[in-house]
């Protein structure tokens, strides 16, 4: 009936053929009418997305159907209205009263197509103006409290052929609730055309139904049992997914995307389907296994968390009816110890079912109970999608005509970076959803090879170590083994000192960084820290010595970086937002003689026999040090940085940072996008990870 995924579908068989679910609860019933119709958790989350920015087409959901023959237009006018009479989500409108969302659920009414005729256009104009009013309509965004939150556009393109462009905002809709629209649209066609009333049977609930039980499930023992688990899943430290993108993060969350289409053969889905038959996993978990080993090769991170839809369907009630009711799920897998690809298919086959045992909780509620780290410019817990779909577009069939479903291509990416896989008789298609103020679209295109790549070395030796497992082209293997494969004039001797040094020899007299009113040149940043780099030479910092750096952001935190490089010792991030058992922990594993700090934050700090300076301090001991540069003897095969991981799986583990690898990396992501004169970044990563090296 709707667009289900092949996680909903054989996940469902394997919860009830091993005792998975909670309890039953009673069916839902049809609300008091005399009460206000309540929001359900999802829309009350859209509601809020919207007043932050009424213009974002993001939660647009467009499909796209071309009818060749004797179309009645009429009839498929009376076909809307109809639809819409029998499902309220479809004329509600979101109001705000008193700051609060309140539902206005309007009466039935007619329904008119917006028809636009390009009879008259040669072919090559048709097509290109058919592409133009598909894209225009799918990303023109809605006003939730003054208009219908149903459109569709119908392009006469002949006499006997159309395309008609349908899009719904996601707040009254979802993938599913679009299967159930276009099933009753071919019904009530058929019996319409044909003189004959409307063949539906009457919906046991609506929409508000569902979103008063919801609410009303989530205030007692089911939610205590949902929260148990999750905040339990979820605890510790949650990574934010590192993955090596062209550009950093914007400041603000941007949703600007696009599309690339790769395709897996039927052989190879085949083989991947029998393996994960072998370990009692469907084929959805095997594809999320490998998707995830690719993930963690790209990110080198061994905790790591996708998000995945699911259509929240498993009440009879709930199956014909329109409205917002997928929910997305937080899947998260521990990749550490060096596991064989059958080792992580059973974790994550044991973490998938275990996510659905628990697949009631909203997730807005999830990220109310978990509180992650509300960066302005990542999505909250989750950052990449993984899906999984097996009935992309249910068949539609009219009388004297044919019809066809087509896909609009988005332009918008709600998350970093999105993989969808669709089954049909070739094998999989996939399509990548980038985030392109991100990532580049050759960037992308190389993650498709590499995905098809992995599969086929997953298939090949399923029990080989996933850290093992090839995904390079032919081409680019080769290049490596000739050691061509190189950032450019990559300079195997510099360090990230004498990089900005040279810098500084270039521009003395441009600016550097600038903090709030606080602004520093070339000269000034390379001076500070060169006496405080002097200073630190005094207090036992030298080749490869940890010094701990324990600052909030500020250009006292890029001054301390660089004095602790430029004395050939290590710096040791410590994020003032870890608890302080894992900064104690990190200070004593890495043995750092010296802390360098700020005043605010010094008391947080236990001795234990290192020395702890606050650089923030009036007439610090280094005021009078040299301002010259310092020749610390320390090379490109020295550390630069003792970088811990989270920790979800044990103790953290120090990982040691060269400067040879580090200058490599910025050397190919500057050749692959060359930063010109003018160019800022700002520094919002915590500096506790990798990138936020690259935006130093």
Sequence with gaps: MGFQSEADELLALLLEEEGYGLEAIESIS??????????????????FLYQLDASDPSYNISAAVQFAGELNIQVLERCFAAIIDRHE?????????????VQQIDNAGEFALQVVDLTELDEQAREAEVDRLLTEESVKPFQLDGEPLIRAVLIKTSPRDYTMCLTIHHIVSDGWSMGVFTGEVA???????????????????QYADFAAWQREIMRGETYEKLRNYWVDQLGGELPVLQLPADRPHPTVKTMRGKMHKFRIDKGLKQQILSLGQQEEASLYMTLLASYKSLVHRYSGQEDLILGTPIANRGRPELEGLIGFLANTLVLRTDLSGRPTFRELLRRVRQMALDAYEHQDMP??????????DRDVNVSPLIQAMFVLQNAPMPEVSLSGMTVKMMGIES???KFDLSLFLTEDEHGLEGVFEYNTD???AQTIERMGVHYCNLLAAIAADPDRRIDELAFLSEAERLAVL????????????????????RQVAKTPDATAVVYEDQVLTYRELNERANRLGHHLLTLGAGPDVPIGIFMERSHELLVSILAVLKTGSAYVPLDPTYPNERLQFMLEDAQAPVVLTQSALAERLSAAGRQVLAIDQA????????????????????????????????KPKGVLVPHRGVVSLLTDMHNRKPLQVGDRSSVWTSFGFDVSVYEM
Excluded: M
Aim: glycine letters at 8%; charged letters at 20%.
């Design 30 to 47: 049809p609300r008091d009418p005399s009460a206000e119709p309540e929001l359900s958790f999802a829309q009350q989350r859209l509601w």
């Design 89 to 101: 989500a479809l004329r509600t409108r979101f109001l705000t009263v008193n700051g609060q969302p």
């Design 187 to 205: 019904a009530l066609y058929e019996a319409f055309l044909s003189g004959k009333d409307a063949p539906l049977p009457a919906l046991p609930i």
């Design 363 to 372: 997730f807005v509620k999830l990220v109310e109970e978990v509180q992650p």
């Design 411 to 413: 332009k918008t990416a």
């Design 438 to 440: 991100l990532f580049d």
């Design 482 to 501: 000739a050691g061509s494969y190189q950032a450019g004039d990559y300079d195997r001797e510099a360090t990230l000192h004498s990089l900005f040094e």
């Design 619 to 650: 007439n610090p001991a280094w005021s009078d040090c040299q301002a010259s540069d310092i020749n610390a003897g320390t090379g490109s095969t020295g550390l630069a940085y003792i970088i811990y991981t989270s920790g979800t799986t044990g």
